[in-house]
């Protein structure tokens, strides 16, 4: 997996920023990558529609909030992912971390562990949580014409983010934290020279 060898020696020789919860509240997700000629896939899943859930019918990663029992954030992320899509993250490379995120106005910090499968897995989904999983290929991520923007009304005001144009474009975009987390990698990796490459180009206001 000599994708997977470059992408962990870029992650690993980049210096992770951890952010301590203290008061807030602790999440951590899997972005999982599957080896391919010409560039990887990356796991995403849909979550389920849930008028009482904040990520409601978003497309992200697998993974969810820290429980008394984990004894970290990746463990906290294997488990979410076990439980969401069962597939057991003992079987996969671990490849290393992204830089921990917090959204703005929420008190929640978010951890992602990156880890790689030569092959694309049977999943069994927790349909109660997410309504699909998929994978698209970085060089589809990449494509220019794929950036779009969002609209969001948070509570005060009404702001717009950099996206991604998913399918023909009526399928719900990929935004948010999940957008900030591939750019992340995408940064890492670009300072590390690897032709490897994840996605979202810089886009301007």
Sequence with gaps: MKQAQDISTALNSHPVRIIEPGKRAHAAVALILE???????????????DECDYWSGQIGFPGGRAEPGDKGPQETAERETREEIGLDLGTATYLGR???LV???LQIVISCFVYAV???????????????????SVRELNNPA????????GRRRQRRFPALRLGDGTE??????????????????????????????EQKP
């Design 146 to 153: 794929r950036l779009t923007r969002v609209e969001f009304i």
């Design 118 to 136: 030569d092959r694309q897995p049977i999943l069994n989904l927790d349909r109660t949580e997410i309504a699909r999983a998929f994978w698209l």
């Design 35 to 49: 080896e391919q000629p010409d560039g990887p896939n990356i796991l995403f899943i849909q979550r389920s529609t």
């Design 172 to 201: 719900q975009p990929l935004w948010g934290i999940t957008y900030r987390l591939l750019r992340n990698l995408d940064k890492i990796l670009r300072g590390a020279g690897k032709q490897v490459r994840s996605t979202c180009k």
């Design 98 to 100: 992204l830089n921990d």
């Design 103 to 105: 959204p703005g106005g």
